[in-house]
C-alpha cells in the first residue's frame, strides 16, 4: 500500500533536520547497496550529495538494509517534489554502478511506487539492470527531459529551419551561425563575448555550420559560462548537475542521469546528438562527488529575478537577449552562487583557468587558428597539470 501524500497544509516543507537528513541517507544506502554492500564510491557520492543539498554532514559506511515500505514510511511527512527528489538521488547512487543488479534497480522502483512518484529514469534503470542498453536508450528520449518536444520550441534557438527533434543539428544555417559569430563585437567580460571566447579557444564550430552541435544542446555552453565551469568531461557533469537541478521539471534529471551514464559507466554510447561514451570521470574519489553535489546545490539555489521563479530551464533561455550583459550581471539577475570553497579546492575550475580546457579542445584551437592565419588565444585556459 503506497504511503498517501499529505493532504493540503500538511506537507513537511522545512529543509531537513539532521536528524530527518540521518535517517533517509541512511535508509538510501540500504536500498541501493549491492548484495556486497555499499560500493566506497556510492558512500563518497550520498554523502556529498546530501553535504551539498542540506548541509547536513551523514556518515552511511554501517547502514543496514531496509525495506521500501519502511523508506517510504521515512519520508510520509513529504510533498511528491520533495518525494522525487529522493527518488532521483537514489537513482543517481543506482547509476554509477556497473553492473547495475536487478534487485537494486528493481528496489529503487518499489520505492517509487511506495512514494507515488513516477519518474522516467527507474525504467531506465531497470532496462541498464536487464542488459537492455538499446531499449534504454530509447526510453531516455521517452521518459526523459525532450518527451514533450515540438517544433515551437525551438524559438529560443534562433534556428531559420525548423527542428523536427530535439537534438537535431542545423548544419547550412548561415543566419545562425552568423548570430553566434557576432558575439566577438560585445564589449569585453560580457556574458556573450565569453561565449565566443569559449568557442574560439577550442576551435568549436558555430551553430549552423558543419561540425557544430545541436543548437539545442549549444544551448548549455552559455551555461559554461555564467556557472564559471570548465569544458573538460568532469565540468559536463557540473554542467549538467547544474542544469538539471536548477529546473522544477522533474524530467531535467534525464540530463544528468544521461552523462552519468555516457561519462561514468558508459551505458550509453552516444547522447544529445554530439556526447560520446567516455567511462570513468565521476568515480575518481572525493573530489568529483564533491564538485558533482555542489553543483546541483548552486542549481538548486538559482532564482530568475526578472521573472520572480525559482524554476529555470537553462536550455530554454534565449541567450541571445542576454548576450550584451556583463557576466556578473547575467550571474545576478538568475541568483547564480559561488561555488563552495570544497568546490573549488576539488578542482572545479572556470572555462578560462588552468585545467579548464581538455587536452584534444587546446589543439582543436590552435589547429582552427592556424587554419584561419590568426594568433591563437585561450584567453587563459590551459591544460591542468599533473
Not at 41 to 57: C, N, P, S, W
Not at 83 to 103: E, S
Not at 169 to 184: G, S, T
Not at 263 to 272: D, I, K, N
Request: proline share 6%; hydrophobic share 45%.
Amino acid at each position: 500500500m503506497p504511503v498517501p501524500l499529505p493532504g493540503p497544509g500538511e506537507a513537511l516543507l522545512t529543509p531537513p533536520d539532521f536528524d530527518e537528513a540521518w535517517r533517509t541517507a541512511r535508509g538510501m544506502a540500504g536500498i541501493i547497496a549491492p548484495a556486497g554492500g555499499l560500493t566506497d564510491f556510492q558512500r563518497i557520492l550520498l554523502e556529498a550529495l546530501y553535504l551539498g543539498m542540506t548541509g547536513q554532514r551523514v556518515d552511511v559506511s554501517d547502514a543496514e538494509r531496509v525495506t521500501p515500505e519502511q523508506f517510504a514510511e521515512i519520508l510520509r511527512p513529504r510533498n511528491l517534489a520533495f518525494r522525487t527528489r529522493g527518488i532521483q538521488v537514489m537513482l543517481l547512487c543506482a547509476l554509477v554502478l556497473r553492473p547495475l543488479p536487478p534487485d537494486v534497480a528493481d528496489r529503487v522502483a518499489a520505492c517509487a511506487r511506495e512514494l507515488e512518484v513516477d519518474e522516467g529514469m527507474v525504467e531506465v534503470a531497470q532496462q541498464f539492470a536487464a542488459g537492455s542498453l538499446g531499449l534504454a536508450a530509447v526510453d531516455f528520449e521517452r521518459n526523459g527531459y525532450t518527451a514533450t518536444w515540438n517544433p515551437d520550441d525551438a524559438a529560443e534557438l534562433h534556428t531559420s529551419a525548423e527542428l523536427q527533434s530535439a537534438w537535431d543539428e542545423a548544419v547550412m544555417d548561415p543566419a545562425l551561425a552568423a548570430r553566434w559569430a557576432a558575439l566577438e563585437a560585445l564589449p569585453e567580460g560580457t556574458l556573450g563575448r565569453g561565449v565566443w571566447q569559449l568557442y574560439e579557444a577550442r576551435g568549436f564550430e558555430y551553430p549552423g555550420r558543419p561540425g557544430s552541435a545541436p543548437p539545442l544542446l549549444a544551448q548549455h555552453d552559455w551555461v559554461h559560462v555564467l556557472a564559471d565551469y570548465g569544458t573538460t568531461v568532469e565540468a559536463e557533469l557540473e554542467v549538467f548537475a547544474f542544469i538539471a537541478r536548477a529546473n522544477d521539471d522533474m524530467r531535467a534529471f534525464s540530463l544528468l542521469a544521461m552523462v552519468v551514464s555516457l561519462f561514468e559507466t558508459g551505458y550509453l554510447r552516444t547522447g544529445a546528438g554530439l556526447f560520446e561514451s567516455n567511462p570513468g570521470h565521476l568515480s575518481t574519489g572525493t573530489n568529483m562527488a564533491t564538485r558533482v553535489a555542489d553543483a546541483m546545490r548552486r542549481g538548486a539555489l538559482c532564482h530568475d529575478n526578472v521573472t520572480n521563479h525559482d524554476s529555470i530551464d537553462y536550455l530554454r533561455v534565449d541567450w541571445f537577449e542576454l548576450a550584451a550583459l556583463p557576466i556578473e550581471r547575467a550571474r545576478a539577475r538568475f541568483s547564480v552562487p559561488a561555488k563552495s570553497a570544497d568546490a573549488v579546492a576539488a578542482g572545479s575550475v572556470g572555462p578560462f583557468e588552468a585545467g579548464g580546457i581538455s587536452p584534444f579542445q587546446l589543439r582543436s584551437g590552435r589547429d582552427a587558428a592556424e587554419r584561419a592565419g590568426r594568433t591563437y588565444d585561450s584567453f587563459g585556459a590551459s591544460v591542468a597539470q599533473g
